[in-house]
């Protein structure tokens, strides 16, 4: 490809280097969109990651091959971090060097950022381990709470770290249908493919149930409150 990460709508040109003079191609971009040609170009209408797949036919037979998460598609370009305000001796509001972030967010003695590569960065406060991230290159949102965190993987699914206070951290959800996630105090909320709603960890202030209905396209929370997007 003659790119691998660039900003909505992202136009990529796709070459094949295959040997032994294939005569028959099948490309798959990851968004559910195909071609037969032998170069084909393909533009990405939405953020995510995308895994490409290449099968190639000669007459001896076919190879396939596949590159997970090859595409990186963003809503912007990524960015260099300021931070500014309280550092309350933990360094919080004192980011890392680079230029390569497409998300940031704070919790109250930390922060966390996510990387163009997929990649996380914690800094800050670590009493709970808030600060110490888990490896792996396929995270594509994140959302920090007071003292936890979550991630969403390319694939769908959630992971937390962190205090799990509340459940906040066991009771996260299983399955690979979330688009969106949000954190507060000590509570998680995940939006489905389907435009639902779910809600784990601390049920006070008014916070559960979350909103019903299938009409939801963003999710945010803070300290007490949740916000959705319709």
Same mark, same amino acid.
Do not use: K, R
């Given at each position: 490809a003659n790119a691998t990460f660039g900003i $909505?709508?992202? #136009?990529?040109?796709? &070459? @094949?280097? *295959? #040997?032994?003079?294939p005569t028959s191609w099948k490309w798959d971009f990851g968004d559910g969109s195909t071609s037969t040609l032998q170069n084909p170009?393909?533009?990405?209408?939405? #953020?995510?990651?995308?895994t490409t797949t290449l099968e190639a036919t000669n007459a001896q037979g076919s190879n396939t091959t596949s590159r997970k998460n090859y595409i990186r598609v963003f809503a912007h370009e990524?960015? #260099?971090?300021?931070?500014?305000?309280? %550092? %309350?001796?933990h360094g919080e509001a004192s980011p890392p060097a680079g230029s390569d972030y497409i998300a940031v967010d704070g919790g109250r003695k930390h922060s966390i950022a996510l990387r163009a590569n !997929?990649?996380? $960065? !914690?800094?800050?406060d670590n009493e709970?381990?808030?600060?110490? $991230? =888990?490896p792996g290159s396929d995270y594509i949102a994140i959302a920090a709470g007071r003292y936890h965190n979550y991630a969403l993987r390319s694939n769908g699914s959630i992971v937390g770290w962190? @205090?799990?206070?509340? %459940?906040?951290?066991?009771?996260i959800p299983a399955g690979t249908d979330f688009t969106a996630i949000s954190a507060g105090d000590a509570w998680g909320a995940a939006l489905m493919s389907d435009g639902t709603i779910v809600q784990w960890g601390d049920y006070n202030f008014g916070l559960? =149930? =979350? =909103?019903?209905? &299938?009409?939801? *396209?963003?999710?945010g929370g803070v300290y007490t409150q949740g916000l959705a997007l319709s």
């Open positions: $909505v709508p992202m #136009a990529v040109q796709f &070459t @094949d280097t *295959s #040997a032994y003079l170009s393909h533009t990405y209408p939405a #953020a995510g990651l995308y990524p960015g #260099a971090i300021a931070g500014w305000g309280g %550092n %309350n001796g !997929g990649s996380l $960065v !914690g800094w800050g709970f381990g808030e600060s110490t $991230v =888990p962190g @205090d799990g206070s509340y %459940n906040c951290l066991v009771d559960y =149930p =979350p =909103p019903a209905g &299938t009409g939801y *396209s963003d999710l």
